[in-house]
């Protein structure tokens, strides 16, 4: 069932979700003048739809969806997102208080697209039987607190076949899809998608840019995207390496929303203006993309894509994606703005240095992408101190 659809310019904008993971700062709090101006541009645009999470920046992205969302513009002119947190729940916990919490801090009175939060196996067969959160969820449905219902999986293909087999009340699936994790063996988005697709729902898009690494590719890549824009075919609507990340996900045909954690103003107007002008790819744009993926194969030696999830459970608060970014950056060809080393020295003043990772795996528990971030940093920690 498609609940949102297009094809092109005014109606693919429909397709284009806000996600409230990566808003502007003013020192520790939320920049609500510079975020009021990027909801403001999204809403002029013709986009309306505005993610969020129980645990994205503490907390206070369901906050900020209240105050620069929900206090300016009419409810029924806005489409509100937002999910049941699983990943990060114990037997302890009450959903019921959690959706009520929710719903308090945005300042609605129903959700119109919810989700439950990345139940991967582990915790499809454990936790969301204990605290019989799909059942409580339809409950909600019924009750028009909720007027769409879907999921988000960073899991196997079995996993998603059997949570959408065991539960056709599913109306859309949040997947991870991007160019460049597209027949990745260890994700197999491409499989993912597929099921959603067989099942006959919806695929929404999150990480298109896979953190922003796609919108910094290598030297090799970016030549391959120059040389396609400067040829006699070449398609002058691509003008960065985002609009060609976009590209892929808005060119899938089961694709009915992306979500991009937008953190300025500049990105915002950047992806709308490609997203307005957007057109079907063809063969050899296809292609490119397709060379591009071969390219940038290795460009990440630590696959991280900057959620951020492992961050709050961290108990020294190691700002453990910054370095993964930085020891991403050393390793490849990349063309530098600023020197890696200052960073990471900037950074370690104010926060633990990699070194100081106590290797506790607290973090690794809720890493989407699996990683043994305790290994991964001592790699860090290698480079940089």
């Known amino acids: 069932m498609r609940v949102i659809s297009g094809d092109y310019m005014e109606e693919d904008m429909k397709r284009f979700g806000f996600g409230f993971m990566r808003l502007p700062r003013k020192g520790f709090d939320i920049d609500y003048e510079k975020t009021n101006q990027m909801v403001d541009k999204f809403i002029e645009s013709g986009a309306n739809f505005f993610d969020t999470g129980y645990d994205y920046l503490g907390g206070e992205s369901e906050i900020a969806i209240r105050e620069s969302v929900v206090k300016r513009y009419p409810r029924d002119e806005i489409l509100i997102s937002d999910k049941m947190p699983v990943y990060s729940m114990s037997k302890g916990d009450d959903p019921e208080e959690i959706f009520k919490t929710q719903l308090e801090r945005c300042g609605v009175d129903y959700f119109d697209y919810y989700l439950v939060h990345d139940p ?31 999921l988000s999986l960073h899991d196997s293909p079995k996993v998603l076949d059997k949570i959408l087999t065991e539960h056709p009340e599913m109306e859309f699936v949040l997947l991870q899809v991007n160019y460049k994790d597209w027949f990745n063996p260890s994700l197999e988005t491409d499989k993912l998608y597929d099921v959603a697709k067989d099942h006959g729902i919806p695929v929404f898009v999150m990480g298109p840019l896979k953190g922003g690494s796609l919108a910094r590719v290598n030297k090799d890549v970016s030549k391959l995207f120059k040389e396609y824009e400067n040829s006699a075919n070449g398609n002058n609507d691509f003008k960065s390496p985002s609009d060609w990340a976009f590209s892929f996900v808005f060119n899938l045909d089961n694709v009915d929303m992306v979500l991009s954690g937008i953190s300025n103003i500049d990105e915002m107007e950047r992806d709308i203006e490609f997203i307005q002008s957007f057109k079907k790819l063809n063969g050899l744009e296809l ?13 990440s030696p630590i696959n991280c894509s900057t959620c951020d999830y492992c961050v709050g459970h961290c108990p020294i608060d190691m700002p453990i994606s910054k370095y993964f970014d930085l020891y991403n950056l050393d390793k490849n060809s990349f063309e530098l703005e600023s020197d890696v080393y200052d960073t990471y020295k900037r950074i370690s003043e104010n926060s633990p240095k990699a070194s100081q990772c106590i290797g506790c795996g607290n973090c690794e528990d809720f ?14 920690s290698a480079l940089f101190d």
Do not use: T, W
């Not at 196996?121 to 219902?149: M, P, T, V, W």
């Not at 292609?287 to 390219?295: C, D, G, H, S, T």
């Open 120 to 150: 991967e196996d582990r915790y499809y067969g454990g936790l969301c039987n204990e605290l019989d959160i799909f059942n409580l969820l339809s409950k909600y449905k019924n009750e028009g607190k909720i007027r769409r219902l879907g």
């Open 287 to 299: 292609r490119v993309i397709n060379k591009a993926r071969e390219l940038s194969r290795y460009d």
């Open 367 to 380: 890493c989407p992408q699996h990683l043994k971030i305790s290994d991964e940093m001592k790699k860090v």
